[in-house]
């Protein structure tokens, strides 16, 4: 797995930025173990001082294909590559990147996809980028991609709302509702007993290195006691993500739905927002990806939940505070004018971003 860095077009702005964003203090140890993209709009304009702060083994340069015929870049990348850092060229031919010392290509999967042999001469990890839905998943698994991103994740959660046959709708509807008004412990393990695959997750995440517990817990009453009230709800929201797929894999919104949540109550906190106002940032999060969970209109989610009106509106219209919070951690590219419009400094939007891909690797290590 890999984190991509979304940068400014121009090669110069690129690097300073790049340069700013990744000598903040502690950045790979907050991102361990993912490694880190770079796109290079010029191999060339790659300055010492990038370098200097860029763990090799940790790195790859994304290269446009363009480059990769001409000498200078070619050499450039080349240095690159010599000095431990993983190239991947951006569209091409596998002969082409090799000869700019590429390990890998990646390509729009929303445009024109390679043939299999043109992966097949680097070693990969190859990456599709706008992969919309899970055919074309599969077709470019077929074709030798191993790294994934695009809308797919968000189409096969709205699928597989849309295909749910209530029960478990209805099931999830009421253990919300009950996190919401903050129910008694007996009525959460009540409802909890009727669910198994919930029930499964939440002993498999107290009895985790995570809690460090020294006899394990087997019931539901030990695991609320050793959470507490305030931790029971927060993982409860998330682990209503982390049900197994029919594939046998992990919903991929959970870490999306760990990774905003996480945000929101940093922001928050950042601001000076006060416990409850903390708790409130994080379940807008958490609930944002309901609707495609549920494969149901946000509005009918809220309406069922009787939530906090700031989170209603934040859900619903993205109105208010928590709202343009929600609205800035929604976005895949932040830019100057969004971050202003927020009132929030590119340093705390970059420190509370840190923060929260560091929880939620650890979520996703722990469920």
């Given at each position: ?12 702005d690129?690097?300073?930025?790049l ?26 304009r790659?300055s010492?001082a ?5 763990p ?44 700019a010392?590429?390990a ?54 709205r ?17 919300l509702?009950?996190l ?76 999306l ?26 379940m ?22 009787g ?43 970059w ?17």
């Open positions: 797995m890999a984190l991509t860095l979304h940068v400014p077009h121009e090669a110069g690129a690097v300073a930025a340069t700013t964003l990744l000598g903040y203090p502690d950045v790979f140890a907050a991102l361990a173990p993912l490694d880190c993209i770079v796109p290079l709009a010029d191999p060339r790659v010492a990038l370098l200097s702060v860029l090799a083994q940790r790195i790859l340069f994304l290269v446009p294909a363009a480059l990769c015929g001409e000498p200078g870049a070619q050499q450039a990348c080349a240095r690159l590559a010599d000095a431990g850092y993983r190239i991947v060229v951006d569209g091409g031919s596998g002969i082409a990147a090799a000869q010392g590429a890998a290509l990646s390509f729009d999967a929303a445009a024109a996809l390679p043939q299999a042999f043109q992966l097949m001469s680097l070693p990969g990890p190859h990456w599709a980028r706008n992969v919309g839905d899970a055919a074309c998943l599969a077709q470019c698994r077929s074709l030798g991609f191993s790294w994934f991103s695009g809308e797919h994740a968000l189409h096969a959660a699928a597989a709302g849309a295909n749910d046959d209530g029960t478990s709708r209805k099931r999830l509807l009421a253990l509702g009950l919401a008004r903050d129910a008694d412990s007996r009525e959460l393990e009540t409802l909890l007993r009727q669910d198994p695959a919930l029930s499964y997750h939440l002993l498999k995440l107290v009895n985790s290195a995570a809690f460090g517990m020294s006899n394990p817990i087997s019931n539901f009453g030990q695991a609320i006691h050793v959470l507490g009230r305030r931790q029971l709800q927060r993982w409860l929201q998330l682990l209503l993500y982390a049900r197994q797929q029919d594939d046998g894999g992990v919903n991929a919104l959970l870490p739905a760990a990774v905003r949540a996480a945000q929101m109550e940093m922001l928050c906190k950042i601001g000076g927002g006060d416990r409850d106002r903390q708790d409130a940032a994080f807008a999060g958490v609930f944002s990806l309901l609707d495609v969970l549920l494969g149901m209109p946000m509005i009918d989610i809220v309406g069922a939940l939530l906090d009106p700031a989170i209603e509106q934040a859900l619903t219209q993205r109105a208010g505070p928590l709202g343009a919070m929600l609205a800035l951690a929604e976005l895949q590219t932040v830019t100057a004018g969004a971050l202003e419009a927020a009132g929030i400094g590119p340093e705390t939007y420190r509370s971003l840190l923060q929260a891909y560091h929880w939620a690797i650890q979520v996703s290590r722990n469920l």
